[in-house]
């Protein structure tokens, strides 16, 4: 058997509550007017995300999760939290 890839435990978090709590292949973020991918094993960070869409990336595919004003992401080594306002 082959080594199964490493995902990313994401939660995606509204003033409305959880938009996404789960794992993923990896996540499309609007940030500084471009988009920034988080994948598996990312350093940790701290950013503030602008407007635009949060894209969610499971099995090679992209999912919008929610359209944002605003938002901060927060990266750590088990998990990744999206902080948004919609």
Known sequence: M???????NVQV???NGAL??????GLLLPYNKEEI???PQHTPIVALLTVGEI?????GKERIVAEI???IL???EEKTVILINT
Do not use: M, R, T
């Open 13 to 15: 978090l509204s003033e």
């Open 20 to 25: 996404f709590n789960g794992e993923c292949d």
């Open 69 to 71: 004003k605003s938002g």
């Open 55 to 59: 894209k969610v990336i499971e099995h």
């Open 2 to 8: 082959g080594k199964q890839k490493p995902l990313l």
């Open 37 to 39: 991918a988080i994948l």
């Open 74 to 76: 927060y990266v750590a």
